[in-house]
């Protein structure tokens, strides 16, 4: 009698694909963890920036909508590249974009914030 439940999944990683999954799930903590990190730190940032509530709302929100048009410009050309190169590129241009938003001050976060979208938001969803 044959078993309907499927094939059997006793597989084993190997050490270089537990490497893999671990950096690949690195990549995606650190994504979610710019985004999230900024309405966490809304009191010490609207001070150190000295913005009002509205203006802040603007940098959080340019993550998101950088990230949504990013997206869709991304769909067009995305698989035409390596994706290790890609995934590579796209994780630098968010660690810069990331960097800019430590260190720039006043409209230029909002600049900054709308580049580590951009790349995050492309990176994070061509990892999944």
Do not use: K
């Amino acid at each position: 009698m044959e078993d309907d439940t499927g094939p059997s999944l006793d597989v084993e990683l190997t050490r270089a694909e537990w490497l893999l999954l671990l950096m690949l799930a690195a990549v995606l903590f650190t994504h979610s963890m710019d985004f999230m990190i900024m309405m966490q730190l809304e009191p010490q940032c609207r001070q150190e920036l000295n913005v009002s509530p509205q203006q802040f709302a603007i940098v959080v929100s340019s993550y998101g909508f950088s990230a949504a048009i990013a997206g869709l410009l991304a769909a067009v050309f995305i698989d035409c590249f390596d994706r290790r190169n890609t995934l590579l590129a796209l994780y630098a241009g968010f660690i810069t974009g990331t960097r800019l938003c430590a260190i720039s001050a006043g409209v230029l976060v909002t600049d900054a914030c709308t580049v580590a979208g951009a790349f995050g938001a492309v990176g994070g969803s061509f990892i999944t």
